[in-house]
């Protein structure tokens, strides 16, 4: 069985991180995606299982895995969740024109990732069609990207141009740590230095409770909390 845990005590603004792909919640376990199934082992539809995180957490993290592996964004599944309450969506936009079908679904801010954006001047164009655009730093031993430009830029030369476009929060994932929730350290010296940045600071990457704590200590805004930590599976 299933089913959403308390909110921790903390006073991080911790946003739930919820993967969907071909329709479906799914989850990182031994490098491959398993879906999230109901008692009777049926797949969980998103909108439901969105409905009851945000009965938990004021917002939630989308993560859309058609967008970020093949370019190919469920919008009609992202429109239905978007009107269960506040979500944020990595759709896996290349292009500023990528978000525009994403923007009118009804979500409430389009997250633009380093391993997908094509560029600077990119992200620059998608905050020119609205503010509520953030950039996502994903990180795996070194930034992660398809534009050269980008990946040989640091976390933090990333999150000050973030501070110079006028974007409101930098998301920092180390995506080593997805799928082994707790089971590698925190990248302490980049989260404290981008910490003191001037853009508020999320961290993702396998968090779970346990996290919390220290990521408040090292000066972030907030934590992407892995959908493992939020639910409980029980025969």
Same mark, same amino acid.
Do not use: C
């Given at each position: 069985?299933?089913?959403?845990?308390?909110?921790?005590?903390?006073?991080?603004? /911790?946003?739930?991180?919820?993967?969907?792909?071909?329709? %479906?919640?799914?989850? /990182?376990?031994?490098?491959?995606?398993?879906?999230?199934? &109901?008692? +009777?082992?049926?797949?969980?539809?998103?909108?439901?299982?969105?409905e009851q995180v945000l009965k938990?957490?004021?917002?939630?993290?989308?993560?859309? !895995?058609?967008?970020?592996?093949?370019?190919?964004?469920?919008?009609?599944?992202?429109?239905?969740?978007?009107?269960? @309450?506040? !979500?944020?969506?990595?759709?896996?936009?290349?292009?500023?024109? @990528?978000?525009?079908?994403?923007?009118?679904?009804? /979500?409430? $801010? =389009? =997250?633009?990732?380093?391993?997908?954006?094509?560029?600077? +001047?990119?992200?620059?164009?998608?905050?020119?069609?609205?503010?509520? *655009?953030?950039?996502?730093? &994903?990180?795996?031993?070194?930034?992660?990207?398809?534009?050269?430009?980008?990946?040989?830029?640091?976390?933090?030369?990333?999150?000050? !141009? $973030?501070?110079?476009?006028?974007?409101?929060?930098?998301?920092?994932?180390?995506?080593?740590?997805?799928?082994?929730?707790?089971?590698?350290?925190?990248?302490?010296?980049?989260?404290?230095?981008?910490?003191?940045?001037?853009?508020?600071?999320?961290?993702?990457?396998? *968090?779970?409770?346990?996290?919390?704590? %220290?990521?408040?200590? !090292?000066?972030?805004?907030?934590?992407?909390?892995?959908?493992?930590a939020i639910v409980t599976e $029980?025969?």
């Open positions: 069985m299933t089913a959403v845990s308390p909110t921790p005590e903390q006073k991080l603004d /911790v946003v739930p991180t919820v993967s969907v792909r071909d329709g %479906e919640v799914v989850v /990182v376990r031994g490098g491959q995606y398993e879906r999230l199934e &109901d008692e +009777d082992g049926r797949p969980l539809e998103p909108p439901f299982f969105l938990q957490y004021p917002r939630a993290l989308v993560m859309d !895995i058609n967008g970020i592996e093949d370019n190919r964004p469920q919008v009609e599944l992202l429109t239905e969740m978007a009107e269960a @309450g506040e !979500i944020w969506v990595d759709p896996g936009a290349r292009h500023a024109e @990528g978000i525009i079908d994403i923007l009118v679904s009804g /979500v409430s $801010a =389009v =997250v633009m990732g380093t391993k997908t954006v094509a560029g600077i +001047d990119q992200l620059a164009a998608a905050f020119e069609m609205s503010e509520n *655009i953030y950039l996502g730093i &994903d990180w795996d031993g070194g930034v992660q990207s398809q534009s050269q430009d980008l990946l040989h830029m640091s976390p933090r030369s990333l999150a000050d !141009i $973030a501070g110079n476009l006028g974007i409101k929060k930098v998301l920092f994932s180390d995506l080593s740590r997805t799928g082994n929730a707790g089971g590698k350290p925190l990248q302490e010296k980049i989260i404290a230095e981008l910490a003191k940045g001037p853009v508020p600071l999320y961290v993702g990457g396998g *968090i779970v409770e346990k996290d919390l704590p %220290e990521l408040k200590r !090292i000066g972030a805004e907030g934590a992407l909390l892995s959908v493992l $029980a025969a």
